[in-house]
């Protein structure tokens, strides 16, 4: 995986007219399996609103389309070569590391899981019977025909809005135990941050402070920090330390 190879798979967004899903993981505590709910956005206009989000979001930022500033150059690394370079991008493949570069946490299986499942196969968002306390983070598929691209979009306590931002709330159609609607009281705030996307069996971090704080990667890079240390230690190679620790 490279940009030039993000970029051309992800190319069908700006040549046909996709259609757009939303999905829910939703997980009642962290000792419970996790669970794909389907958002009902059916005659609502939310769908299309959210869709046009969505594209125009991965136009701007991954595409540099319709940019005045003809967008930023970013790169695309390897997760194994992470450096916290501004404007840099990571990546790494759907299948086990076998040297310990990187780890899949347990709440990315859900996007491979989603990747070959069609929406109805899953349950429903019900209100009366789920809670959007319990929601952590959102599915968006963007697909057409034979290609499809996965957002993964973490589920904030506050979600801060851009007024640039087309959809700002979802809520609840009143009478109807599924579906939402656009309304002025605010229940589900949205904005049109991408933290990980999915696509052809990679996953790629837009948002590397979240990958390390949420998914168990600071605590993987200080456990090899530690045991590279020891090591250092063992060779007796260094008067002191203290300045490593």
């Known amino acids: 995986m490279n ?8 190319n069908f967004l700006t040549e046909k007219k996709v259609g757009l899903e939303l999905y829910f993981l939703h997980r009642i505590s962290l000792s419970d399996p996790v669970e794909i709910l389907r958002a009902n956005l059916e005659g609502t206009g939310v769908q299309d609103k959210l869709e046009d989000v969505f594209t125009n979001k991965i136009k701007a930022q991954i595409l540099n389309v319709n940019r005045e500033d003809n967008g930023v150059d970013w790169q695309l690394k390897h997760i194994k070569e992470i450096d916290d ?15 310990d570069d990187y780890h899949i946490p347990d709440e990315f299986n859900e996007m491979p899981t989603l990747w070959d499942k069609s929406y109805n196969t899953f349950p429903i968002f019900e209100f009366e019977k789920h809670s959007l306390d319990n929601v952590f983070a959102f599915l968006i598929r963007l697909q057409i025909d034979n290609d499809q691209v996965i957002l993964f979009k973490q589920k904030y ?8 931002t087309v959809l700002k709330i979802l809520n609840y159609e009143r009478g109807h135990k599924t ?8 229940l589900l705030k949205m904005s049109d941050k991408i933290d990980f996307i999915f696509l052809n069996n990679n996953f790629i971090i837009l948002n590397l402070s979240l990958l390390e704080s949420k998914y168990g990667f600071r605590e993987r890079y200080l456990k090899k920090g530690a045991e590279a240390l020891e090591m250092i230690k063992r060779k007796n190679i260094l008067s002191s330390t203290e300045k490593f620790e």
């Open 85 to 99: 370079l501004k404007d840099t991008y990571y990546y790494f493949p759907n299948t086990p590391s076998t040297n």
């Open 3 to 10: 940009k030039s190879n993000l970029q051309s798979q992800l």
């Open 157 to 164: 306590p506050i979600d801060v809005l851009s007024r640039s």
């Open 179 to 186: 579906r939402f609607s656009l309304e002025q009281e605010p």
